[in-house]
């Protein structure tokens, strides 16, 4: 499986996700689950 281009999630959600994950103290697998990615989407 390739590696997902980077245009496929818009800057203001990769920015959303981060920010769960910085600021909130939610780990990667709740935000991955939160926003529907899989878990391995966030830790890359």
């Known amino acids: 499986m390739g590696k997902i281009p980077n245009d ?6 990769r920015e959303k996700a ?12 709740e935000t991955a689950n939160h926003l529907f990615l899989p ?4 830790e890359a």
Not at 39 to 42: I, R
Request: cysteine-free; aromatic content about 10%; glycine content about 10%.
């Open 39 to 42: 878990k391995n989407t966030l």
């Open 18 to 29: 981060a920010r769960l994950v910085i600021e909130n103290g939610i780990s990667t697998g």
């Open 8 to 13: 496929r999630y818009t800057k203001e959600f």
